[in-house]
């Protein structure tokens, strides 16, 4: 890519306003951890929704979407479409919760729903595992693919691009905080959304492209079904692989950063922030309608114009003969894309990436090292030390966090082996965060028992696959779901359960609703919660259809289809009035709440 003098300006703008939220926010950020890690916990919904939709717009989500679509077609993208339903979920049966329970981290939590040394043993086991090891992964992950951009802009190689480019999201993350992070996400969501427009635009109108009537021309010629949002189901084992899985089983099943049952890491991180119980729900909200309504086409229609542009990826490698063939796969056609883009624009779409690769970077950072210093250094380590210490540790710690991270980048290949290596580690576990809010049988045994099998049978087809005896993905997700809710189940029940007094100081604080907490509510005698499952349950699937009416209604649009666009039109306005009435509706007036679910 050839940068103009008007690039480079648009560059050094955009990076340069970066610094403002950290030197304004740095002194806030210092005062105590509560600060530096919750934001006072007087985040706006408005901003927390903003926030999460720039956190999980990295640079290789555009990347990995690129590589689905040229892989399998339009449908791949229900391998993360389908985690929409737990999101959802997410957003109306437990939001409200995380915010009631008052922790700083959602490890934390852990301590205050299970008893005894296991409870104690599992978060400062998750806070290494999650916050070191889990998070570095992903961290690397989101550097592979800034690699890959960076390596077919401007033939930079790979460790240039994880030192100059990791420097920037360390000095921010350790200087300002969650506010930080936070402010500055709003600004760069700005600039990567309008990136990933001009993408699509200037792709669409290449000449051998010919806009969306020729691009679709095109593809229906050679791939007919890559256009469909639905897999050919001719084909079982790809739509299995790509559809059936992931709605029937590993959208509830797996923990994955960004969409876990339940609500976590990050997502928990933003909601424990909030201001209010209601910041919470509609901080999350926004999110989910963001992230699976307004992002996807762009990145869709950019993937299968370099269909036409390049075929194959030898023809990526003809094209740009200086890139590592490490790292030649089919996600690499996202940045390769990217050098028609003319001047002016060019800049700006490098701005946006490298916001978008800032702004995840900055998060994970943030919520890693919340884990490694306030549930394992605080915790275990050094529990009496002044809040000014702590702040200290942790802009240590997220140095550390992301040598290490920089450290793993070169081993992975794709995005998509790091989103398959994820989904697997953490396949199996997910039922037991939905679970653990409403059935009080469950304990800390239950989650290290579901850690440690998803774990050990990730491992083994990790080695298998190393020693050349591969296992299909989709078997190897199954498989592992299966053995590891046996094994949760079981030691649920051979475990004794958590002690009395610990489930009813945590009702009286959280009030889950539900039939499950009937006994305990009586015996501590605290209010009945003010939820309703069975509204929440209605507000889920409407929820639902209304993202999922706008996310396909774009697509009949754009397919010139204006009948099939018109009806999912009606069907997302119709839900957005249903879920406004539902939502808004004064408490009282339910009567399902008085009864506690």
């Known amino acids: 890519m050839h940068l103009t003098t008007l690039d480079w300006v648009i560059i050094v703008v955009s990076v340069g306003i970066m610094f403002i939220p950290a030197i304004v926010l740095a002194r806030r950020a210092g005062k105590n951890t509560t600060e530096f890690f919750v934001a006072g916990r007087q985040a706006p919904w408005w901003l927390i929704g903003i926030s999460l939709v720039a956190t999980t717009f990295s640079t290789d989500t555009p990347n990995l979407v690129t590589g689905f679509v040229r892989g399998s077609g339009i449908a791949a993208n229900w391998q993360w479409w389908a985690f929409l339903l737990s999101g959802m979920a997410t957003v109306f049966f437990f939001a409200r919760l995380w915010r009631r329970s008052g922790v700083m981290t959602d490890l934390e939590f852990y301590e205050h729903r299970y008893s005894g040394k296991a409870a104690s043993f599992v978060r400062g086991f998750r806070a290494i595992y999650l916050g070191l090891f889990f998070n570095c992964v992903i961290i690397a992950s989101v550097s592979l693919a800034a690699s890959k951009i960076a390596a077919v802009l401007f033939g930079i190689p790979q460790w240039m691009t994880l030192v100059v480019g990791g420097t920037f999201p360390v000095i921010f993350a350790s200087l300002s905080g969650l506010w930080g992070v936070m402010v500055t996400d709003m600004i760069q969501f700005t600039i990567t959304m309008s990136s990933s427009f001009a993408a699509a635009y200037f792709a669409l109108t290449l000449p051998k492209v010919g806009g969306l009537r020729g691009l679709f021309h095109h593809i229906a010629q050679t791939h007919p079904q890559y256009l469909s949002v639905l897999p050919n189901f001719a084909d079982w084992k790809v739509s299995a692989a790509i559809f059936v899985i992931p709605l029937t089983v590993a959208w509830w ?171 697997q580690i953490g396949a199996g576990t997910g039922l037991v965060y939905l679970l653990r809010w409403f059935w009080p049988r469950i304990n800390a045994w239950t989650e290290v028992s579901a850690m440690a099998s998803s774990f050990g049978v990730a491992l083994v087809f990790f080695v298998l696959a190393k020693n050349g005896h591969p296992v299909e993905a989709s078997t190897a997700l199954l498989t592992t779901v299966g053995i590891t809710t046996i094994v949760w189940l079981a030691v649920t029940f051979l475990t004794p359960p958590v002690e009395e007094a610990t489930l009813e100081a945590f009702y009286a604080k959280v009030r889950p609703a539900g039939a499950g907490w009937a006994k305990i509510r009586r015996r501590s005698g605290a209010p009945a919660s003010p939820d309703s499952l069975p509204v929440a349950l209605l507000c889920w699937v409407l929820g639902l259809a209304g993202i999922y009416a706008a996310l396909f209604g774009t697509g009949a649009y754009l397919y010139g289809q204006t009948l099939q666009g018109v009806i999912y039109t009606i069907v997302l306005i119709v839900a957005v009035v249903w879920l406004a009435k539902l939502t808004f509706l004064p408490r009282e007036r339910s009567p399902q709440r008085s009864q506690g679910g």
């Open 253 to 423: 099943s797996v923990w994955y950063p960004g969409s876990e049952p339940g609500g976590g890491s990050y997502v928990a991180q933003r909601m424990l922030s909030a201001k209010t119980e209601r910041d919470s729900i509609f901080g999350t909200l926004l999110f989910q309608a963001a992230h699976y309504a307004l992002r996807p086409w762009p990145w869709i229609l950019v993937a299968l114009a370099s269909m036409v542009i390049y075929p194959n990826v030898s023809d990526i490698g003809q094209h740009f003969p200086h890139v590592q063939k490490n790292l030649l796969a089919n996600d690499i056609a996202y940045p390769a894309m990217l050098i028609f883009l003319p001047a002016g624009f060019a800049g700006f779409m490098v701005a946006g990436l490298f916001a978008a690769y800032r702004s995840t970077l900055e998060t994970q950072l943030n919520w890693g090292t919340s884990y490694v210093v306030h549930d394992f250094y605080r915790r275990f380590l050094n529990p009496d030390k002044t809040e000014k210490h702590y702040v200290m540790v942790a802009r240590i710690v997220t140095v550390g966090i992301m040598v290490v991270a920089g450290c793993i980048t070169p081993f992975l290949q794709s995005a998509q082996d790091a989103f398959n290596l994820m989904l």
